[in-house]
């Protein structure tokens, strides 16, 4: 239960910023040395990181359909990874799979309640938001985790 109000809670702070930026905040816009700001920037057109960095131009509803196969995918893989893994990697399977899942959720929301993503965030030359943090910290998660599960591996075999 802790995960799903966690995650229904990440994306709900998610939702609620963008909606304040939305009515009292997009024409601002601060940058500071170039480097961090605040930009806000309704992307209509680069829906995922297939549109945006592989230039596919999948259709919205396509995309849509693909976050919804994205979100089973992300629980099957929580729950097979749970059930076959120790105790003591559960709290990272746990993190890991509310921030996929809020990201992922988010992600859906945007492109069927605003037509796109509402980024804000800017790093360098880059605009994100929050579901964009989310999915990077759940993938950092997995990648400890994987790192982790490695280096276990690895000390057993030289034992």
Known sequence: MKKIFLTGLLIIIDQIVKIVISFFFMDI????????????????TQLSIFNNELNMSLS???????????????????????KHSSQENVRYFNSMFTFLLAGTICSLIDKIFWGGSLDYIRILSKIVDLK???????????????FKLKSKSNESLQS
Do not use: E, R
């Open 29 to 44: 816009k601060i940058i500071f040395h170039s480097f961090i700001g605040f930009s806000p920037y309704l992307n209509a």
């Open 60 to 82: 919205n509803v396509f995309l849509c359909v693909l976050n919804v196969l994205i979100i089973i995918l992300v629980i099957f893989l929580y729950l097979y990874l749970k």
């Open 132 to 146: 964009d943090i989310y999915l990077l910290i759940g993938f950092v998660f997995y990648f400890v985790l994987a």
